[in-house]
């Protein structure tokens, strides 16, 4: 058997009434899978933003953000 339905508000909503015993095991699979953007494209608009930083802000952003010691 398969029942065809999709995703709304982060619940699976079938495509068709679906008639299932109470506490009948079920499999969900996804059919396509929405390509996920990369680390570069998703921070696009960040790269490159800071500029005249420290050689060691990597490494010691605390220390620069916070005030902690450096590492």
Do not use: C
């Amino acid at each position: 058997m398969s029942i065809h339905g999709h995703i709304e508000n982060g619940v699976v909503v079938f495509d068709e009434p679906v008639t299932l015993a109470e506490g009948t095991a079920v499999r969900v699979e996804p059919v396509s899978i929405p390509p996920r953007k990369t680390l570069a494209e998703r921070f696009k608009n960040v790269i490159g933003a800071g500029v005249d930083l420290p050689e060691d802000m990597a490494k010691n952003h605390d220390h620069y953000l916070h005030g902690t010691p450096k590492q």
